[in-house]
């Protein structure tokens, strides 16, 4: 069992930052691709960003610049700084990772976090 706990959401002003947080523990062998995703009430749920287990990152077009995502595999962890919010950042955000099993070293299983609010006010 996996399990991904995401921390540091919360109420932001705009143009403020937070920083979120998101630790894997469990059954872990291997963690390639993690990423940060969000869902804003009555939207689609969207990367934001993502990070490969290289390093190599990409990000949603209407965040670069403005967050930076990074991770420290001997914590499992995954971050993401949130610089100039905007109220357009107001979601909930969810972690993501692809994870291999100490048991079933040949497959990739791929977990969610459960969620932390990001509220972003005018």
């Known amino acids: 069992q996996v399990q991904l706990v995401e921390s540091g959401g919360g109420l932001a002003q705009t143009g403020g930052s937070l920083r979120l947080s998101c630790i894997a523990s469990?059954?872990?062998?291997?963690?390639?691709?993690m990423g940060w995703y969000r869902q804003a009430p009555g939207k689609e749920r969207r990367t934001v960003a993502v990070?490969?287990?290289?390093?190599?990152?990409d990000y949603e077009m209407s965040v670069r610049g403005r967050f930076t995502i990074s991770r420290d595999n001997a914590k499992n962890a995954v971050y993401l700084q949130m610089d100039s919010l905007k109220p357009e950042d107001t979601a909930v955000y969810y972690c993501?990772?692809?994870?291999?099993?100490?048991?079933?070293?040949?497959?990739?299983?791929?977990?969610w976090g459960q969620g932390i609010q990001v509220t972003v006010s005018s």
């Open positions: 993501n990772a692809d994870i291999i099993n100490p048991d079933r070293t040949w497959y990739t299983n791929n977990y």
């Open positions: 469990g059954n872990i062998f291997r963690i390639d691709t």
């Open positions: 990070i490969a287990g290289d390093g190599t990152t």
